[in-house]
Nanobody, 117 residues
Framework: QVQLVESGGGSVQAGGSLRLSCAAS????????MNWYRQAPGKQREFVAT???????NYADSVKGRFTISRDYAKNTVYLQMNSLKPEDTAVYYC???????????WGQGTQVTVSS
């Protein structure tokens, strides 16, 4: 069973930056996409960013131009660089990996990001 472990969350003032990391416990065969989602209190989990096996990226409109997703397959790790953070970015951020022709879906335990005004 693959485990995903997020790190890098914390508290920051508006305008600040954080870099989230998500490391897999072992190599994941045939990754289709690596993603970040987030869930704010009282809200549904929402998509933040994705990077496909081919390197294509896509972002939620709310984070475009501020967040950057990247990966290091050799380290089984995906990153989320978050700049110009806003209070509305406050949420628990979850890492997600899809593999095996989209048949496998792995989730991390989440890391808290808190942005104060």
């Amino acid at each position: 069973q693959v485990q995903l472990v997020e790190s890098g969350g914390g508290s920051v003032q508006a305008g600040g930056s954080l870099r989230l990391s998500c490391a897999a416990s072992r190599s994941i065969f045939s990754i289709n996409a690596m993603n970040w989602y987030r869930q704010a209190p009282g809200k549904q989990r929402e998509f933040v960013a994705t990077i496909t096996s081919g390197g294509s990226t896509n972002y939620a409109d709310s984070v475009k131009g501020r967040f950057t997703i990247s990966r290091d397959y050799a380290k089984n790790t995906v990153y989320l660089q978050m700049n110009s953070l806003k209070p509305e970015d406050t949420a628990v951020y979850y890492c997600n990996v899809q593999s095996g022709n989209w048949r496998n879906n792995y989730w991390g335990q989440g890391t808290q990001v808190t942005v104060s005004s």
